[in-house]
């Protein structure tokens, strides 16, 4: 058994009982110590970078991908990114 309390409302408890527990507590950006602010790219209110459809900052020759955008933290994402933006600054898609 364990007990649970919402940690934005602490008086929603709840006890569950179950033979494995995964928890998981959450994921952050890593963005920080990267020298952004000294090349002038923006981050979001989360601290994620910004970027256009094409994966491109608002510095042209900079792109990001993966963790450090809006959307889901998934390796498979990132690969897809990955490609994705590859395949459009080499003049595709």
Partial sequence: KVGVESAKDGSKKEEIEG????????RRPYT???GLEKVGIPLDPRGRVVVNERFQTN????????????G?????KAED???ICVEGIAGGA
Avoid: F, N, T, W
């Fill in 81 to 83: 990114e990955g490609i």
């Fill in 59 to 70: 510095v042209p020759s900079i792109y990001a991908i993966g963790d450090c955008i809006h």
């Fill in 72 to 76: 889901p933290m998934l390796a498979h």
């Fill in 32 to 34: 920080k110590r990267l």
């Fill in 19 to 26: 033979d494995v527990l995964l928890v998981c507590v959450g």
